[in-house]
């Protein structure tokens, strides 16, 4: 039985006094102990936001593969698990847009963060015109075939299937479209791990409020939510905590 994750993805935003958003989410977290819910912050945050809310896994929103190294302006997972982070994104589709990152990438930011004993949000989805060309399924198959890391397990690694055209847009795929990709996802996990899948939570991204977020956890094989603009305020978020429950 998969436990649903609730995770929130800051991106390039927030400051110190946001963190105190977190205390009021941490506080929606232990009052649903059946609920998993995390946070990926931007670096800088890493350190202050899991001093500040202990309760609540506190993650990066990507690492560079290597453990260190001559790579100005990159952040290696042994520093964010030094700061406090027990997971990190990768393979998101703003690192695969705007700094040109490939599955292979996430594949080898995936198994970097594993040696270091983080847990993994693997992304995967389609764009726009993928969608459209009716390649969604292949694209997303692909995309896992290539990026699903060494010693794949549901006791660290996540996927979360992120359509590129529903985040920040507003827009969601039918509840239809949410569980053919989440049930292709899973068969090409089972296929590449074998039973070992089933243990394998698959997040749906991409526009997730509180007023969808029953109904997209509602579908079969979706697991919980990676949440962009609506995990910026408690007051968006714990409604979507609350979806889950
Ligand atoms: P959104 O972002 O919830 O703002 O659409 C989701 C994501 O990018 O993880």
Not at 119 to 128: A, D, F
Not at 177 to 190: N, V
Not at 191 to 212: E, F, P
């Amino acid at each position: 039985m998969r436990r649903k994750l609730v995770a929130g993805n800051w991106k390039m935003n927030g400051n110190l006094a946001m963190l105190a958003e977190l205390d009021v989410i941490a506080a929606a977290a232990a009052a649903h102990p059946g609920v998993d819910v995390a946070v990926a912050v931007p670096a800088t945050l890493i350190a202050a936001a899991a001093s500040r809310v202990p309760t609540l896994a506190i993650g990066a929103e990507d690492v560079h593969e290597a453990e260190s190294g001559a790579y100005t302006g990159c952040v290696s997972a042994a520093m964010v698990r030094e700061a406090g982070a027990r997971f990190t994104i990768v393979g998101h589709s703003e690192r695969r847009e705007y700094q040109n990152e490939t599955s292979q990438d996430a594949w080898a930011k995936a198994a970097a963060a594993r040696r270091q004993g983080l847990s993994v949000i693997l992304c995967c989805g389609e764009t726009g015109a993928e969608r459209d060309a009716g390649r969604a399924e292949r694209v997303v198959q692909a995309q896992i075939e290539k990026s699903l890391p060494e010693g794949a397990s549901g006791d660290w690694l996540t996927i979360a299937y992120e359509p590129r055209w529903a985040i920040g847009t507003g827009r969601t795929p039918t509840l239809e479209d949410i569980a053919a990709i989440h049930a292709i996802a899973r068969a090409k996990i089972r296929q590449l791990i074998g039973a070992a899948a089933d243990d394998v939570r698959i997040l749906y991204g991409g526009s997730v409020t509180g007023d969808n977020a029953r109904a997209i956890m509602g579908v079969a094989d979706v697991d919980g939510a990676l949440v962009g603009g609506a995990s910026l305020t408690a007051a968006k978020f714990v409604p979507i905590i609350e979806g889950a429950v």
